[in-house]
Every structure is written in C-alpha cells, then in structure tokens.
C-alpha cells in the first residue's frame, strides 16, 4: 500500500508542475491543478477509496499538539501557491490562513471527488465539475 501510495503522490507532483510553472491567471491555475488532481485520482481510484479511512501516514504528517494530523506539506504546498497567487492577482479571494485553506482546499475536492466517484459512480465529469463548482466558487473575491 506504502508504495502504490508513494506512486500515486509522485504522479501528482508531477502532473502539477507545470500549472505551479504556469504564469496565467490564480484562479485558472487553481482549476487546471484540481483537475489534475482528479485526474490522477481517477487512476488510483481503487487505491485512494481504500485509504479514505485508514490513517496511513501517506497524506498526514506527525500530529501537531492538539493531536490532530496535518495533511502533508507536499500535498498542501502546491495549493497554498495558487491560492497566494490568486489573491495578488484578484482572482481568488485573500485567505487569512493560506495553509489552513489549502489543507481543507486539498481534503475536501480530492476526497469528495473520490467519494462521488466511486461509492456514488458518479461519471468523471458530473463529480469534476460539481465538485470544482463548489470549491472554487468559494474561494472567489466578494
């Protein structure tokens, strides 16, 4: 599991490279890396569905003092550019706590779409777009 885990998480650092290279727009940016992230999701499907419980270490780095586990810098590191980006370019709302938005950011597409994707069988372009609907649109400027 560690190393199918360890392949998956490759992958996506791979396939967002050049959106976080990219020098469009915050928001653009932040819509091509979700999907890309549900693109590789949907190759490890199986996989992620699987891990959505278990507390494997693959996404989590040691608990902080509350006990609580932080989801790993490498997976919140690309979004915390994008929505950084976003606010200095005025197309994505300025968050207070970059790191806390793009940690729940991560968690709630990546593994909304997994579950809409396979314990819902919603087809990859109803769970891509309701999900990336309701995430980006939240992170517009009022």
């Known amino acids: 599991m560690a190393g199918l885990s360890g392949r998956a998480a490759a992958e996506l650092r791979v396939v967002l490279f050049p959106v976080l290279a990219s020098t469009a727009p915050g928001r653009e940016r932040l819509e091509r890396a979700l999907a ?6 949907d190759r490890h499907l199986p996989l992620l569905a699987g ?13 902080d003092d509350t006990g609580a586990l932080p989801t790993a810098a490498v997976f919140v ?9 976003g606010a200095a370019d005025g197309t994505l709302a300025v968050q ?21 994707r396979h314990s819902q069988r919603w087809p990859p372009e109803r769970a891509r777009d309701g999900v990336m609907a309701l995430v980006v649109g ?5």
């Open 96 to 116: 207070d706590d970059p790191v806390e938005a793009a940690t729940v950011l991560f968690n709630t597409a990546g593994w909304g779409y997994v579950q809409l």
């Open 138 to 142: 939240g992170l517009l400027p009022r």
């Open 77 to 85: 590191a690309p979004f915390v550019r994008l929505l950084a980006d």
């Open 36 to 41: 890309a992230l549900f693109q590789v999701a």
């Open 51 to 63: 891990l959505f419980d278990g507390d494997d270490g693959v996404f989590h780095d040691a608990a």
